[in-house]
Structures are given as C-alpha cells and as structure tokens.
C-alpha cells in the first residue's frame, strides 16, 4: 500500500501552510497601491529577492517532475535540469539590467519602454497569460499529485485546494507576500533536498529481489519451457489485444491470473530463462478498478500495486548498505544493475482498459546514460527528425527562462540594476545547487524501493517516506508550498497583465490606484479558477514535460522581441507586434498538432500528428526574430517613405 | 546597448553558450562519448552536466564582481525614455 495518509504528516502539513500563509497574510497587508500590489515597491532587498527567484522558479516540475524523470527513465531528467538553469545565464548576461531600467510592472514595461505603443502591450499582455496558464498546468497537476498520498484526497481536491489558496494569498497581498512565500519555500526546498541527499548517500545501496523483497514473483524456466512442467501454472493462450506482445499470461491453481514476461541472464551454470511478474491495472468497461484480476483495495481478498524501485545486482566489493561518497554514488550505480519498469495500454473487445507496468532489468551504466526516456530518443536514434527534436527542446529551455514573465517581474521588486543583478547571480548559486541534487534524489528514489509505478511525480515525496513519515511530511509541505509560491508568480503576472497591459494601456480604461488593484484581484480569482479546471483535466501528465511547452511558447513569442530591442536599432512596434504574435500561436499550434498533443491532450492513442518532430523552438524561435526583422525592415521603409 | 555591463555581459554569454552548445551537440551525435567514464568511474554525461551548472554558478560570479554598480545611461525609470531614444534602441 502506498498511499495511507498519516496523522504525523497531515499535521505537519498544515503547520507547514498554517505559517506560511500567516506569515503571507501579515506581510501583505502593507501593500495596498498598485506599486506595492505588483512589484512590493521596488524594497526588497537583494538578496531576499534572489532566494524568492529560486523559490519562484524551483516549481513543481523541478522538484516533482524532474526527480520523477530520472526516478523512472535514468539521466534524461537531469537534462531538464541543465537547461532550465542554461537559461539563467541568458537571463543574467543578457536581460536582467535592461528589465530593470525599462520596465515598471509587466514584461510588456520592457518591451514597450520605446514606442509607447497599446499594441505592443496587447500582445504581451496576451503572450503573457498564455505562457503563465500553460505554466499553471502542470503547478496545479503537481498540486494534485502531492495532496493524494498526503491527506488521501482525490487528485481533483488537491488541485482546489491549491487554487483556493493560491487565490487568497494574491486577492489579499500581491508581491511583497509573495516574495516572502518564494524566499522560505525556496529556503526550505534546497536545505531539506540536501538533507535528503545526504540520507541517500549514507544509505547505500541494497539488492532487492524476489517476492519477500519486493512482493514480486520470478520463475525459473530451468528448460526454457512455458509453463515449466510440475509447477501448477496453466499457459493461457493469447487472444484478443493480448496477441503479439511479449507478455506471458499464467493461471495458477486457484485460478488466478498472472502476467509475466521473460528475460535471460548469465549464471555460473550458463545461460538461463526465467519469468518476472508484471502488475496489471484493469479499468473494466463497469468502472470497476482490479489489480492484477482482484478489486483494488486494502482490505481482505483485494490488491494493491506493489511499490517499485529496486537494485538487482550491485557490483563485486561493494557491501551492501554501506555509506558512498558523491562520486561514489555513480560510479557503484554504474556497475550495478536496477530494475527500471516499461509500460502497455492493452484494451479488449469490452472496452476494459488494462495497463500492464512490466519489469525491464537495466544495467546501471544505461539509466546513468543520455537518451533512454522517449522524450531523448532522438540521442540514440538515427533519424534527423528525432535528433531535431532534441535539439529544438535544449534550445527551448535555453532561451525560455529568460522569456517567462514571472520570473521578469520579479526584476521590479528590487530597487535598481545592480540589486537585479545581484540577486540573480544568488538565483543562479541557489538553483544551480538545488538541480545538483536532483540527479541524487531522483538516483535515490529509484532505488528506494518506494515509488508508485502509476506515478513519476511522486517519486521525490515517496523517497522522503521510504527515509522517515516526518521527512515525508515535512518534503510534502515543502513541495506544496512550492506549488504556492510558483502558482502565486504565475498568477501575480498574469493579472498586472490584464490590469496594467491589456485594460489600462490598450483599452484606455482610467482607474485609480485602488481600483486597479481591485481589478488585478478579479483577474487573478479567474485566472486561478481557470487554473484548477485545466489543473483536473490534465492529470497523469508528467510536469516537467508541460514546463517544457510552456518554455518553447515563451521563448518564442517573447524572447525575439526582447534580444531585438536591446541589440537593434531597426525594430519598429509593428515589428514587435508581429513577432510576438507569430511566436506564439507558431509554437501554440506546432503543439497542439504534435503527437504527444495528439495522444495525450486529444486522445488520438498513437496519431502521429501534423508536424515532424514534438518540440517546435528550433521552428518558431527563428521564425518569431525572421518575423521581427522582415516586419520592421517593411514598416520602416513605410516610416521612410511618408 | 553598449554599456560595459552589457559588453561584459555578452562575452560570458558567449563563453557559456559554447559549454551548453558542446554538451548539446556532444549529446546528440555522439551518445557513446557520453557513456566514456574517465574519471573516478563516473561518466562523461555526468561530469559535463555538473560542470555546466558550476560554470553557470563560476560565470555569474565572475560577472557580479567585474560589473559596474549601476552601469547605465538614464534613469530607472521607463516613463524616462518615452521620448523614443531609449535604452533600447542605444
């Protein structure tokens, strides 16, 4: 059983909240004007600011979905991790001073400092709720996703009880709470994700196998004969969706049903076949859920799925359990072997829907190797298109933090260029340290022996219980305030888009100070609320991979416009006009016309989609400057000519 | 954008670009060096990912301390250059 909601952690839970939103509230109160609602009156300091970048950005798809990627598929998780802090040098080298000296409240700020132009604030307004919503998706996923274990609830009330939060944390604070939300969150987030580091490394590694271990069966087929004679299992013969897979499916005596597939290995007696229990979850067409055959449950005469994160074979001279240094870490996970899980959507002619999570023994030196996820097939794939989309992935990351909105408002909270810049620089520091552990916590939760194989983004909370329930709580809280902190940003940003860029600057509409800030508060209760719908309905998709649309839709409907003004003399407001338009609904529509869209949003279970390859930054990020330059260079000759 | 920061600025972009840009490409056409181990058994993927994050880490530092206070032209305010010769476009 791996979800049991535990009274230690429940409490500890809503201590963690409790104080954090108290701490929000009595903060807030203090910033009643639209300076102070959006961007905390330039005062905080410096430093505080720069932990609050690490708080704003280390979201839920750093902390649960990169972990959970590397927990699941190996290395490819750290990639993200890569990325996303690449793209901090380009925040820092490149946008950081001049975000500071140009802008007020909004991106738009920036973007517009030179033409003074409604359009230009339209469209980053609008670029700018596109990119914080799609960000929001995965937040409230991952909010969801951390509330289940914790509390017990459904996924779709951790995702309300997050929006509800988040809602009353911005409708009654803006940014000075919020800051001061990102700088603990983002405090705690880092201190206990190195406690946890120093757990798995003291922890070693253990081999786990066989039933008592990991409440898994393996048969041995001593004449590689299906069912072996003499053992009471009866073969069932393939039918139906089950015909052409590898899967073995075995009735034992009382009749129960098993799936298994085979493997061989090397012994000292020689080359040897034997089977591994597969778990299968069936969702039938009544809307009864079985695990492998029996009502799922707890009680007496139903199953659970077993958790799953095992070492299989660990190198000669290694002592089991014995504490590894940093280096040591890998380089013992190198020579081991650790058993990684497939899966396979099987649905009968009933319409029941069966999942099968299969046993894959890996050798460690593969799941520390780059291009094992299918996201990084294109590493180890011999078609352009694939290695295309690789590249077009690393280039989307590269270029989006430094393009996403709720991370460039945050350059108004400090009182000048040198305060952003330094604050950044403890941004990178922070953050650079934290990706650091993620290859150690996602290393660790795959062979913790604890993670739900429904469910990669649990895998950094479920590592924290396989160490202690307090650790556990505590990481949960964490993360959850973590869900806050981001989603807030996200939030924040959103609604000085719609208050600042789109009523005040395009639609002319005159309000008072304390009338715009009433207005930012009606934005943000219904972005939120969009939030937690969107929130539901894409459960079950693995955060880290939606963060990485959100950065290819930033960086190319906002980072063309933003290189080009500080680097151009040419570019005119039409020019920006137009490339932030074009790179946003470019990269909005290469995505929704994907293959992962396809099957994953749409429902079309292997569609190959409309456009080559997923990720469309390599496509739609020069296509939004070529946009830019050809616009200006038409719309200034037109300038010239009159 | 010619103020010393900025030029400071791009040249450690540029630098750092080039790290990003070999681990990327390394990555993508040439897996099998990734999986080379040659030091302390650990291998090339991992030691070229932590010494990307710790040269980001290095460079921003470097950055930090051979930038100028507040190295522009103007004022800090947006509302300054709404005469159309703003910072943008120096």
Redesign the interface.
Same mark, same amino acid.
């Given at each position: 059983m791996i979800y049991e909601p535990s009274t230690i952690a429940v409490v500890i839970f809503f201590v963690f909240v409790g104080i954090t939103l108290g701490i929000s509230f009595w903060l807030g109160r203090k910033a009643q004007d639209s300076q102070g609602y959006f961007a905390a009156h330039g005062q905080i300091p410096w430093f505080v600011n720069g932990i609050a970048f690490a708080g704003d950005y280390l979201s839920a798809a750093s902390f649960l979905g990169i972990c959970g990627m590397i927990a699941f598929y190996g290395?490819d998780g750290? /990639?993200y991790?890569?990325g996303y802090?690449?793209g901090?040098?380009?925040a /820092?080298?490149?946008v950081a001073?001049?975000m500071?000296?140009?802008?007020?409240f909004t991106f738009a $700020?920036?973007l517009d400092?030179?033409?003074?132009s409604p359009g230009i604030k339209l469209a980053a307004g609008i670029s700018t709720l596109a990119v914080s919503v799609f960000y929001l998706i995965p937040q409230m996923v991952g909010a969801g996703v951390l509330v289940q274990p914790l509390l017990g609830f459904d996924h779709w009330v951790g995702v309300v009880i997050v929006g509800v939060t988040v809602i009353l944390i911005v409708v009654t604070a803006g940014m000075v709470s919020t800051t001061w939300v990102q700088f603990i969150k983002g405090s705690l987030l880092v201190v206990f994700s190195a406690i946890l580091t120093v757990m798995i490394l003291n922890r070693g590694f253990e081999v786990s196998t066989g039933e008592e271990a990991t409440g898994l069966r393996t048969l041995s087929l001593p004449d590689d004969v299906l069912p072996a004679p003499g053992t009471g299992w009866e073969l069932i013969e393939p039918s139906g969706p089950w015909i052409g897979t590898d899967f073995i499916r075995l009735q034992d005596a009382a009749g129960k049903v098993s799936v298994w597939t085979k493997h061989e290995s090397n012994t000292m007696a020689g080359r040897q076949s034997f089977l591994l229990e597969a778990q299968a979850l069936t969702e039938t067409a009544d809307d009864r859920i079985l695990v492998n055959g029996e009502q799922k449950g707890s009680k007496k005469g139903e199953a659970e799925l077993h958790a799953i994160g095992h070492v299989s074979k660990l190198p000669d001279g290694y002592e089991p359990g014995t504490p590894v240094g940093p280096?040591?870490f890998?380089?013992t996970l190198?020579?081991s072997e650790v058993v990684l899980w497939g899966s396979k959507l099987l649905i009968e002619e009933d319409g029941s829907k069966t999942t099968v999570y299969f046993q894959k023994p890996t050798p460690g030196?593969q799941v520390?190797?780059?291009?094992e996820h299918p996201r990084f097939q294109?590493?180890?794939s011999a078609k352009f298109f694939d290695?295309l989309n690789?590249?077009s992935l690393?280039l989307a990351l590269?270029c989006g933090t430094a393009s996403l909105p709720h991370i460039l408002i945050r350059y108004y909270t400090v009182k $000048?260029?040198?305060a952003a810049?330094?604050s950044?620089?403890v941004g990178?520091?922070t953050i650079?340290f934290f990706?650091?552990l993620t /290859?150690y916590l996602g290393l660790g939760a795959m062979t913790s022996g604890a993670m739900d194989v429904t469910d990669s983004n649990m895998a950094a909370p479920l590592l924290a219980r396989s160490m202690s329930e307090w650790l556990f709580a505590a990481i949960s809280a964490i993360a959850f305030t973590t869900v806050l902190g981001t989603v807030s940003g996200l939030i924040l940003a959103s609604a000085g888009a719609v208050t600042h860029d789109i009523l005040t600057s395009y639609f002319k509409i005159e309000m008072d100070d304390s009338k715009k800030v009433r207005v930012a508060k009606i934005a943000s209760v219904v972005v939120g609320t969009i939030a937690i719908v969107l929130g539901i309905l894409f459960e079950g998709l693995n955060v880290s991979f939606l963060v990485g649309w959100a950065f290819s839709v930033a960086a190319s409907a906002n980072l063309p416009s933003l290189i080009m003004?500080?680097?151009w003399?040419g570019?005119t407001k039409e020019g920006v006009i137009s490339a932030v338009v074009v790179g946003m609904v470019s990269s909005l529509t290469w995505i929704l016309l994907s293959a992962d869209s396809m099957s994953k949003v749409f429902g079309f279970v292997g569609h190959e989609g409309f456009v080559p390859f997923g990720q469309p930054g390599i496509v739609t990020i020069p296509l939004g400057f070529l946009t830019l330059v050809t616009v200006s260079k038409m719309t200034a000759k037109e300038v010239a000519a009159t | &954008?010619e103020t010393r920061?900025?030029r400071i600025?791009?040249i450690? !972009?540029f630098v750092?670009l080039a790290l990003?840009g070999g681990?990327?490409f390394l990555?993508? !056409?040439s897996?099998d060096t &990734? @999986?080379a181990?040659p030091v302390?058994?650990?291998?090339v993927?991992?030691l070229y990912? !932590?010494f990307?994050?710790?040269a980001?880490?290095v460079?921003?530092?470097i950055?930090?301390l051979v930038?100028d206070?507040? %190295?522009?032209p103007?004022s800090?305010?947006?509302?300054a %250059?709404?005469t159309? %010769?703003? @910072?943008?476009?120096k």
């Open positions: 290395y750290f /990639l991790s890569i802090l690449a901090w040098v380009v /820092l080298f490149v001073e001049p500071k000296r140009l802008g007020k $700020d920036a400092a030179k033409f003074n280096l040591e890998f380089s190198q020579e030196s520390l190797r780059p291009g294109g590493i180890r290695k690789f590249l690393m590269f $000048d260029a040198a810049r330094k950044t620089i990178i520091a650079g990706y650091v /290859l003004i500080l680097f003399k570019v | &954008m920061n900025a600025g791009l450690l !972009f750092y990003y681990f990327v990555s993508a !056409f897996p &990734m @999986e181990t302390a058994g650990v291998n993927a991992i990912g !932590f990307l994050i710790i980001a880490v460079l921003s530092l950055y930090g930038c206070g507040n %190295d522009a103007g800090a305010s947006p509302k %250059d709404s159309g %010769d703003g @910072e943008g476009s």
